[in-house]
């Protein structure tokens, strides 16, 4: 009776301990990126520490938003074949004339590790969702802002480059 009672014990320490371990995970932040680990869940939730390249024992309540400390290039463009936007995405906007015009646009940006705590307090969003977000939509808000007062012999006379 007692070795059942020992091994029953042994068991249920081993599934307990088993399932701690399944559902937390390792992450790596890379060199040349900054880490935004983020508690989700319990007293803590809403806490966020800024850590730098290594590995990361992340429990069950946390998340890591990586943020990128170089130059970072990213292009919408009408390209399909996903070499370099994952669809249609270039921008369509108006002339002055009503003329629809469709625009392929790039942007390059680089985030500091000063900033990048600063970039996810505000956005609470990683990099990637940031881009085609609230990124995107700023672009599109001035491409048809500025778009407008242009017709289309001034944007192929040149006036791509003033426009953007």
């Known amino acids: 009776m007692r070795n059942f009672k020992t091994t029953m014990l042994v068991m249920l ?22 880490g935004i680990l983020v508690d989700i869940a319990g007293s803590s939730k809403g806490n966020e520490e800024t850590v730098g390249t290594g590995r990361y ?6 998340d890591l938003y990586l943020f990128p ?9 009408k390209d399909d074949d996903g070499k370099y936007s994952r669809n249609n995405e ?11 015009v469709g625009m ?6 680089n985030v ?11 956005y609470r969003k990683g990099i990637a ?10 672009v599109v808000t001035m491409l048809q802002e500025y778009g407008s007062t242009y017709n289309l012999n001034e944007l192929m006379a040149g006036g791509k480059s003033a426009l953007v």
């Open 69 to 77: 400390n170089f130059l970072q290039n990213y292009a919408w463009t």
């Open 57 to 62: 024992f992340l429990g069950i309540n946390e």
């Open 129 to 138: 969702e940031i881009i085609d977000g609230e990124l995107r939509n700023e």
């Open 112 to 122: 500091t590790r000063a900033n990048s705590p600063l970039i996810f307090k505000t």
């Open 90 to 100: 270039e921008f369509t906007f108006n002339t002055s004339q009503g003329m629809s």
């Open 13 to 34: 320490l081993s599934i307990s301990a088993l399932m701690t371990f399944t559902s937390c995970d390792v992450e790596r932040v890379e060199p040349g990126y900054t």
């Open 104 to 109: 392929d646009l790039g942007i390059s940006f």
